[in-house]
């Protein structure tokens, strides 16, 4: 009965917080902007840096909003996409990112190896950043995160009508796994955002023209999630185990 009880309440910890993982890994809101260096047309310039045959075939093609809009440039990205788009200047970043508020037009571009930057044209470039090297590592660090939280519910769902010690410990240790990793992954995140220069990676080639242009950068909703979810994760793995070395003990 215990040990029942024990289950329902990590299944129920384990299940919300990789809901939390998912939501986060699939939402594009880990880092928001705002500046007011404003011309979505110059940004049309610098986000296009991906080849002439990906903008043909895609469907989320770059769309400029009406230059007479607000200056004020409002920018978010995650592991998929970086967008920009124009918005009311007395209406937050934080705010204007929602869904209702958002415009039917803005700027995208893909962003799968979020969040380090490219290179903009050539290499050498003046705006290269020598640690885009790193793309491939938050890469890897993510999808790892992500397939081990959903290796671990899997090996969860099947321990309980068999009930398996060792897929109880199995599945414990995946999710422990997936919650150090985003750890890892939202402590690297932060240290980007601390020690890099986010103003010359938000403005990029605008900053030329802009150099006194006021820039705000703020954690985003997606990075707030990811972080509720990594104590329910661990909870739950820690508890998932302790099951498993219980069962072992009286089987």
Sequence with gaps: MKTGVAALVGG???????????VSFGTDY????????????QLETTLHTVSAKEQANSTEGVEVTDPSLPSLTLHHEGFFW??????????HVVWAVLFMNQPRSKACVHGYLFPLPVAVGPVPHPIYDATAVFRGFWTMLIILAIAASMTGGFLLVCAVPFVSHKLYKAGGA?????????LVLVGLFVLWKELVDVRRYILQERGEDCPDAH????YG????????GIPLVILSGILFFCIGKHLQKHT
């Design 215 to 218: 820039l705000e950068a703020h």
């Design 174 to 182: 995946f999710f422990i796994t997936a919650a150090c990793l985003f």
């Design 82 to 91: 970086r967008c920009l788009f124009q918005s009311d200047s007395s209406l």
């Design 221 to 228: 909703w997606s990075f707030m999630v990811a972080v509720a």
């Design 12 to 22: 129920l910890l384990g299940g919300l917080g990789v809901l939390c993982f998912l």
């Design 30 to 41: 880990w880092l928001l902007a705002s500046d007011n260096c404003g011309g979505l047309g």
